[in-house]
Structures are given as structure tokens and as C-alpha cells.
């Protein structure tokens, strides 16, 4: 008998036949029988009945309903989901990551910014070298006994505000070894700005790249712009190419975007590999309907068909020896992200927390300079338990469009500014985003099948951190990460 809390999720890419089992994490490929034979038992047919449908082929049938047992005693397939009875979320959530906003400036204009072209609707402005300094201390007081902390310098561009940022690390590197944490320093740039300067200084100091780059020349130049309207991909291109020769390729990621306008995304991630570029990102923009950028459900079949037609491709250069990484297709089955992780996703507002350029303290990047969501300041310890609790609270088993969704301890929910912004609760989901994240995982179980039939193990090398922070069995359920 299957148990009530188990789940099977079935699907098809490019003619192949695949269940996830949720409660698991397992992937099984599917011929036609086992196809046929395990639709039948997720919408709730018995053994016998499925031998009276299936008459016709009653050898094969008998052969899959008894593999479906043994996969069923080895805990591969329809497997109880348990974990909402861990009681994990009685767990304590230290602080463990900052987003510090060192500039709410920029020198680009992007056509669909979230941020205000930079000034995220207030004035402009950066951060202090001194309010950078408290956040690291504010950062070091509220993580308990978590070792290993993250710092994202954000903006804008935070490279117009390379001494908060020069203050902020080596502050912080002074206090590691006397408080015993670990810094782990990322920051996120548009790429027209580096000189050979700061990139020593970004070498010198560890600190990874997320560079904006959002794929062909035409592509780039129709959103992302200067103050005069003028495109800048050569500008970028560029800067990569100055990066490129000081820090190894591992640790800078290139993030492509996609709008409505360049659904061919493929030819993105193709150009990017053309260029030297092996560590990319692609993202979708979602915003206001209206908004000239923006995708709407309308374009839901196109992508899903582009997403098919990148893990393809993905998978090609993989088996021609040119292997990349894509960071939607890094999913480790084996070792899956903590409980907490799985569950709650960023976790905005409790564990990772944004800084204003004044030391106002927000959820996230997505919700400074709202002030209703203030959380309090670096100066003035503490923050608001309330809205703190609010956020925490958000998990998947207690928003009714996750708990039963078969994507929800990969997806964990969603993001909480979007499912604020087009459902009005924490506790709605982006109907949009949701469809793009099920798809886009459903292809990179695919590209995982493929790849390891294939002799693949890893899709891409990993950090220590991370690994570290990907314990999946029942030990390490509440691993630091």
C-alpha cells in the first residue's frame, strides 16, 4: 500500500520517462511499462487493478509492480514525507548572512531594475566605512555559535564604494581568528568598473564575483545602459576580460538574464562559452506585467521549451568534453541542502538579513528603503521579533500552494518578495516563478540522468563551504549552513 504522505512526481523530456519520489530525493528512469504502471499507481489504482487494466502485457506488469516493492522496502520510491514531524522548526536561527547595500548608486540605468536604478526610491547615496564595520560586528554578535558567516557587498554598484568594502573585509578578516568565525565575502557587480586595483584587491581578499552580463551584444545592449542611454556590453566584456586574467574562473560567475525579448536564451549561455566563460547563471525578469521586460504566464510554454532545449545543449558539451556550469543544473540528489534550507529557502528576515547605506536593517535586498519592514539598525542591537518570527514562519507547510507541491524542498517556497509583491501574503506563492522553477528542475533531473548514465558524477566542483553545507541524511538534519 502507498502511503497517504508520499509523493511520485512523473514527467517526460525529450521522449524520456522519469519519477521523482519527493519523500527520497530518488530519480528512476522509466520504460513504457514502468511508465504506465506507476501513472496508474499515483492516481491510486491497486496491484490488482492495475493487472486487469494492463492485461495485455501482464509478464511486464507483474515484473514492475514487483521492482516498485523492492524500490518501496529500500526507501527509493514512495517514501513518507516525515519532516514536517522533526520539529525543526524549533530549532534556533542565528544570524548568518549579510547583504550590505555599500552604495545606493549606480553609474548604469538598467531598463528593468528592481532597485530603482539604483537609489531603491530614496536618495542616494554609500555606506560609511564605519556603518560597513558595525555590520560585521552586528553580524559576528547575532550568529550564536554559527562559525561561518556570509558577507554580499550589493548596490547598485558597490564598486563606487570600494573603501566600505575594503573596510568591511579587513575588519573582518582581523576578527576572525579572535572570535572564531569564518568569512565567506561575495560581491555582486555590473562589471564596467574594474581596474587593475580593485581586482588585486578582490584577488588578495578571496571575495567571489557575480558579474552582469545578460548575453549577446544586442541582447545586453537593449536593457542595460548608461546614464545617456548608451549599451555596454563591450564595456563589460571588457572588465570580464581584465578579470579573467587574475581570478581563476571558479570564482567568478557570469549572470545572464532573460526577458521577453530574448526567449533563445541558448544563445546566450552559447555566446558566454564562446567568450571563455565556464561558471554562468541565467535569470528570468519578473516584474509588473506591464513592464516592457517583464515575462508573463503567456511566455510559460516558450521557456519551458528553451529550458529544455539548454539542458540539451548542456549535456552535449558535457559528452563533447567542454563541460560548464550552470547554476540551476547544480542539484546533488545525494546531498541535498539542510533541513532548514530545504524548507524555508534564502531565509530572509531571520537568518539573512540586508543593510541600508545608513545601517537600517531590512529582510532582504528586495525590501530596503520599505520601511514597514525595517528590522532595526546596526547600532541599535535587536530587531523586530515579530516581523523576524513572520519570515521564519513562511515555510513550505505553511503555505497551502507548497506543502503538497513535488517541488517544494528545492524550490523551499519561493521568494519572499515576489510571493509578497503578486499575492499580497508571505504565505501566496508567484504562480509565474512557480512554473519556471518546476520546469527549470525537471531539466536538471534530466541533465543528472543523463550525465551520470553517461559516467558523470558532479555536474560542477563545489566549495568546502558548501559541501559542508549540504548534509542531507537524518545526522545532519540541522547541519550549519
Known sequence: ????????????????????????????????????????LNEGYSAEQIKELLANRLPAVAQVLAEVKTLQADQQLFVPD??????????????KALCLHVAHDCNLRCTYCFAGKGGYGGPRGLMSPEIACRAIDYLIEHSAQRRLLDVDFFGGEPLLNIAAVAAAVRYARRLESQRGKRFHFTLTTNGTLFTDENIAFLQDNDIDLVVSLDGRPQVHDRHRVDKAGRGTHARVVAGLQRLAKRIPPERFIVRGTFTRHNLDFTDDVAYFLAQGWTNLSLEPVVGDPSDCA???????????????????????????GRPFSFFHFRLDLAKGPCLARRLTGCSAGHQYLAVAPDGSLYPCHQFVEQHAYSLGHVERRGADPA??????????????????????????GGCHANNLRFSGSLLGVHELVCALQKKRLECALWVRANLTENGFDNLASESEREINCQKRNEKHLFAEC
Open 82 to 95: 516525515r519532516l514536517a514531524e522533526t520539529g525543526w522548526h524549533q530549532q534556533a536561527t542565528p544570524l
Open 1 to 40: 500500500m502507498i502511503p497517504k504522505n508520499a509523493q511520485l512526481h512523473l514527467f517526460t523530456i525529450h521522449n524520456r520517462h522519469f519519477a521523482f519520489d519527493v519523500g527520497s530525493g530518488s530519480l528512476h528512469a522509466l520504460d513504457e511499462n514502468a511508465w504506465q504502471v506507476l501513472s496508474l
Open 294 to 320: 517583464s515575462l508573463t504566464e503567456e511566455h510559460i510554454p516558450d521557456i519551458g521549451a528553451e529550458y529544455e532545449r539548454l539542458a540539451e545543449f548542456f549535456v552535449q558539451e558535457h559528452l563533447a
Open 387 to 412: 516581523l523576524g518570527e513572520q519570515f521564519r514562519a513562511a515555510h513550505v507547510y505553511r503555505k497551502q500552494a507548497c506543502r503538497t507541491c513535488w517541488a517544494r524542498f528545492y524550490c523551499s
